[in-house]
């Protein structure tokens, strides 16, 4: 198991200072786009999720090292995505920025001003941390006049959805799937992996089905709602090791039904290709 103590001081440390969990380029957050306004009531957030998730399995990798290298923590802002990992990544965002236009959405973005959610305090159990960070993100979001908030993926919508929690919070937050009209899906035949927290927090497994309308494969024990598990991603913070079992153990199980996967997560996404038999999309790749 990793130092979480460390781990804490080095997340605090990183949002105190530039509201990211660690050094980043902001560029690459939002290379995305340049034609949304940078202001308005109704903003997408993206959290950089999509963006950075490439970068995570390298970051976890060096975690059991951070103590005795947290000296060199600061260069992780030289690090990048590749372009192939970037450019798929903001094809995500832009389909689903599209989506909500074409629904007669008035989006804005916050580009460099948009912060980190916050999530990773609250899923790594620092909630007095997660309490503080968050505050400090609903400032931001009144000084920019937000209103109503858009989320693309399940950990930031889950850290949202729990700042209420804490303390008085007064922004709608929608997930896109409930706003977007989709398209009809390719002709190929996928399997799902839902996401942990869209489908036992947040009450969106349903919703998502709802809008998938392509075949898919399912299979009671592999990806029932309450038998199908985790892909081991948000335990790689504390044990990366773990995490990679896991998530060789549920791509094996999923690679049974189908050789094409949809998740919903970036995280997800990061984790199982590297051991799914077969292609992994993201549902906003398929059905948007």
């Not at 090292?65 to 192939?84: G, H, V």
């Not at 995490?243 to 791509?251: F, M």
């Given at each position: ?47 950089c999720m999509y963006q950075l998730a ?92 937000v209103k109503r908030i858009i989320t ?137």
């Amino acid at each position: 198991m990793n130092d979480l103590k460390t781990l804490r001081d080095v997340l605090v440390e990183n949002l105190e200072r530039n509201m990211m969990p660690f050094p980043v380029d902001k560029g690459i957050c939002t290379g995305w786009t340049r034609d949304l306004p940078r202001s308005g009531d109704t903003i997408i957030y993206t959290s950089c999720m999509y963006q950075l998730a490439p970068l995570f399995p390298m970051f976890n990798r060096f975690l059991p090292y951070l103590s005795a290298l947290r000296s060199l923590t600061p260069l992780a802002s030289k690090l990048k995505p590749s372009e192939a990992q970037l450019n798929r990544a903001y094809n995500v965002l832009r389909k689903i920025s599209n989506a909500l236009t074409a629904k007669g959405i008035k989006l804005a973005y916050l580009y460099d001003d948009e912060p980190y959610s916050g999530a990773l305090l609250l899923e790594l159990g620092f909630l007095d941390e997660f309490q503080e960070y968050a505050k400090k993100v609903y400032g931001r979001f009144k000084e920019r006049g937000v209103k109503r908030i858009i989320t693309v993926d399940p950990h930031t919508h889950n850290a949202l959805a729990r700042y209420s929690e804490f303390f008085s919070f007064n922004v709608e937050v929608v997930n896109y799937i409930e706003l977007v009209e989709p398209r009809e899906g390719d002709a190929n035949v996928y399997t799902i992996h839902d996401s942990c927290l869209y489908t036992r927090f947040l009450n969106l497994r349903e919703k998502f089905r709802e809008k998938i309308k392509i075949k898919l494969v399912e299979d009671d024990m592999v990806t029932g709602k309450d038998t199908s598990f985790c892909c081991g991603g948000p335990l790689a913070p504390v044990d990366f090791k773990a995490s990679e079992e896991v998530a060789k153990a549920r791509a094996k199980s999923l690679s049974r039904l189908s050789k094409n996967l949809l998740v919903q997560c970036p995280i997800c996404y990061v984790t199982l290709s590297p051991h799914f038999e077969g292609e992994v999309k993201d549902v906003a790749e398929v059905i948007l």
